[in-house]
C-alpha cells in the first residue's frame, strides 16, 4: 500500500473499527459511540498533558482515523497543560468526554490505556509515561 493510495483511507477505517471494538470490550459496553467519547476523551487529556514532541511522537504510532481523532482541536502552544494530579487529569477527562464524574472517567482511562499497550510500542510508552508525574503515571499504567 502507498501513502497516495486511497485504501490507506479504508485500512485506517477498518484499524480504528478494531480499536473501538477493543476499547467497547475493555469498558464492558458495546456502545462503540461511548468508546469513541472515552477514546477522544483519554487522548485529548493525554496528548494535553504530554509534551508537543512526545505527543507528536505518539500521535505518529496512531491509526490515520485516530491520529486525527488525537490532534482535532490541538493548540500545542498550550501544552503541556498543568495537570499534575489523578484528580484534575480525571476531571478534565470527564468534561471532554460528558461523563458523570471521575469514576466513570478512570474506567475510560483505564480502558484506553490497554487498548494503546495493545497498539503502541512499548517504547513510546515508557516515553509518555516517563514525561507524566508519578501520581499520573498510574493511571496509564493500569
Known sequence: MRDGD????????????????????????SDRQYAYRALRAVLHTLRDRLTVE???????????????????DWRPSRTPLPI????????????EGHMAGETEASLAVTAVARVLR???????????????PAKLRVLVEA
Open 54 to 72: 512526545v505527543a507528536a511522537k505518539l500521535g505518529a504510532q496512531l491509526p490515520v482515523l485516530v491520529r486525527g481523532i488525537y490532534y482535532e
Open 118 to 132: 495493545e497498539h503502541v510500542s512499548a517504547g513510546e510508552i515508557d516515553d509518555v509515561l516517563a514525561i507524566l
Open 6 to 29: 486511497p485504501s490507506i483511507i479504508e485500512h485506517s477505517v477498518e484499524k480504528t473499527h478494531i480499536w473501538l471494538k477493543e476499547l467497547a470490550a475493555e469498558l464492558g459496553d
Open 84 to 95: 499534575h494530579d489523578v484528580d484534575a487529569f480525571l476531571a478534565h477527562v470527564a468534561a
